[in-house]
């Protein structure tokens, strides 16, 4: 079990550009999660994947962002024309669902950090 | 909905004290209730989980936390503070129906020695 793995750790970037991240999940987990948390805030969700499909999508989710899941492995999260207001912690997490009940254990990722100046 | 509230934004203790982190939360159904750290510039992780099994939860590192129905609370605790337990917890909740946890805004704990 290597655990849930993030990247980059760190990202500058300037106001209209877009940028990437990536989460790699613990192998046999078939939910993965996206949350957003910002300085002195608890984490707050943004969306979720259950194998390759994206199943919720928070208000939070604007047009400019978008996530994808390809074969249910990995996931990856774009903004595109960021703006100074989506620096944040972008956090990941994922677990392993066992008959949808409500009372698995999400595992988290290091974090990715992001600045936009 | 649901939702939780963590009474205190920052909690300071000596090392050996007793460490109580205030945890409420909101929901029309049973939750299920987590207690995550958070060490500074690193992800959560897990500390304890209640799942409607035995009302009070041990966790790693000695803490544990008490679900009460009848306050609507889930506080932590542990008998003495460790100055390693120096961190940012939070506490979240997650109810059938929905796929997320809901996190408090957390509790940073400091540790003097």
């Known amino acids: 079990d290597t655990g849930v793995s993030q990247d980059p750790r760190h990202k500058i970037t300037k106001r209209g550009q877009n940028v990437t991240f990536r989460c790699d999940p613990i192998s046999e987990h078939n939910r993965l999660y996206w949350y957003r948390q910002t300085l002195g805030q608890g984490p707050e969700f943004l969306t979720y994947?259950?194998?390759?499909?994206?199943?919720?999508k928070s208000r939070l989710l604007s047009d400019r962002f978008s996530a994808e899941r390809p074969k249910g492995s990995f996931s990856t999260l774009e903004i595109q024309r960021t703006e100074q207001g989506d620096s944040a912690m972008y956090l990941c997490?994922?677990?392993?669902?066992?008959?949808?009940?409500?009372?698995?254990?999400?595992?988290f990722g290091p974090g990715t950090r992001l600045t936009v100046l | 909905a649901q939702s939780v509230t963590q009474l205190g934004s920052h909690v300071s203790v000596s090392e050996g004290a007793l460490v109580l982190l205030r945890c409420n939360y909101s929901s029309s159904v049973p939750p299920y209730l987590f207690w995550y750290v958070q060490y500074p510039n690193q992800g959560l992780q897990l500390l304890l989980k209640?799942?409607?099994?035995?009302?009070l939860v041990k966790g790693i590192n000695g803490f544990e936390a008490e679900f009460k129905k009848s306050e609507t609370s889930f506080h932590l605790t542990k008998p003495s503070a460790h100055m390693s337990d120096a961190a940012e917890y939070f506490c979240?909740?997650?109810?059938?129906?929905?796929?997320?946890?809901?996190f408090g805004k957390g509790t940073m704990l400091l540790v003097s020695p």
């Open positions: 979240a909740v997650r109810t059938s129906g929905y796929s997320t946890l809901t």
């Open positions: 209640y799942t409607s099994a035995a009302t």
């Open positions: 997490a994922s677990s392993l669902s066992d008959s949808g009940r409500s009372s698995d254990t999400q595992y």
């Open positions: 994947f259950q194998n390759e499909a994206q199943l919720e």
